[in-house]
């Protein structure tokens, strides 16, 4: 075919691909788009044994799913179990899984392979926080914030991600942050890694479409603070823009955004609009405006999980 006719016609595939994706996403802004069984998906979710972990289990729990629930914390997760059969679950795996050791990701995602089956819906939650300045953060915190926020997120994709292609079938979801979007004081090492989580998911996601494996889907969710005591004391000068969100209500969303397949899920819906304001506006003007909004001062009461891991 000459070049020029091949021109035109990727043009042609272009500008119809384009427009779709357009109207696509205009039609699904009136009609909600339908949302997927996952009844029998075996969903891991880890860090379950509290806050957003725990309450997405019992989600996929009431959905039918086949739980396998990750956490450094026995009891709390015992108690995720419980409730999730509760809530009509009735497989339900629980681990200990330190997710700061590769090797216990590996050791336990063999464990789960040969237990329970290939994992479908893998959702890396798992999260821990310092909340101090640079200066004040022990070196080995900064490597465990690593460890458990971006890098487990590496180990467990290539734990589960080759049955998935084998299947073309599967979902990743990676719970980033409002901080894996926009750096900010006293969080420097978090923000790092949660930036990492969020680019590393996003590869992922975009390496699989060209690869052609369209069965596998992925959702990066970027909340800012919610209430499960993780960032207790913290505080919001700006409840009508950035409120401290509820557990249920973040749950919900996310259990949403899985279940239609969404790729991007930011809350509060300001976030959308402070990361586009972060790519033109002047960096000063910026800075004034993150003083006034006292961005910079969210952390200043922050007390966290006290010595809890
Ligand atoms: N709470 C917030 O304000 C907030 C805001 C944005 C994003 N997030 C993110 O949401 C996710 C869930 O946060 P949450 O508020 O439910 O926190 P949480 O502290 O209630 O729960 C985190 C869970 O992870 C487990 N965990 C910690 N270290 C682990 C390890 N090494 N191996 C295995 N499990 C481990 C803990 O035992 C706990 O059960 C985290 O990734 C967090 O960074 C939280
Ligand atoms: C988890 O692994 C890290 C890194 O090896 C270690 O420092 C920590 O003590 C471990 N935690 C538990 C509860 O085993």
Redesign the pocket.
């Known amino acids: 075919m000459p070049s020029k006719t091949k021109a035109m016609k990727d043009l042609l595939i272009f500008a119809v691909k384009f427009i779709y994706g357009f109207l696509e996403a205009l039609f699904h802004w009136v009609v909600p788009k339908p949302k997927k069984n996952v009844a029998g998906e075996i969903v891991l979710v ?10 997405l289990a019992l989600r996929f729990a009431h959905l039918g799913a086949i739980l396998v629930l ?4 026995p009891e ?2 015992q108690e995720t179990c419980d409730l999730a059969r509760k809530a009509g679950a009735s497989r339900v795996y629980t681990y200990i ?5 590769r090797q216990d990701i590996y050791r336990v995602a063999a464990q789960v392979k040969k237990e329970v089956g290939d994992v479908t819906i893998l959702i ?6 310092t909340g101090k300045y640079l200066l004040e953060i022990p070196d080995e915190c900064v490597e ?1 914030t690593f ?3 971006s890098k ?1 997120h590496i180990w467990t994709y290539k734990a589960f991600l080759p049955a998935m292609i084998t299947n073309n079938h599967g979902h990743l979801v990676c ?5 894996g979007l926009l750096g900010t004081s006293r969080l420097s090492d ?1 923000c790092a890694s ?1 930036f990492a989580a969020l680019g590393f998911a996003e590869s992922l996601c975009f390496e699989l479409f060209a690869q052609g494996y369209t069965g596998i889907k992925s959702t990066i ?11 207790e004391g ?1 505080i919001t000068e700006n409840p009508l823009l950035l409120p ?2 509820e ?1 249920n209500y973040v749950a919900d969303k996310i259990t949403n955004a899985i279940l239609e397949e969404q790729v991007y899920l930011f809350m509060p819906r300001f976030l959308y609009f402070a990361l586009f304001l972060k790519s033109f506006l002047p960096v000063n003007a910026a800075l004034a405006l993150c003083e006034y909004m006292k961005v910079f001062e969210v952390m200043n009461c922050f007390t966290g ?1 006290l010595k ?2």
């Open positions: 880890t860090g379950s044994g509290s806050g957003i972990g725990r309450l990750w956490d450094i914390n709390g997760n899984c330190n997710c700061s050791e890396n939650n798992a999260g821990i926080v465990k460890d458990v926020n487990a719970i980033s942050s409002s901080a978090y949660k969710v970027c909340p800012f603070f919610i209430k499960t005591g993780m960032f913290c401290i969100l557990p999980r809890k891991e």
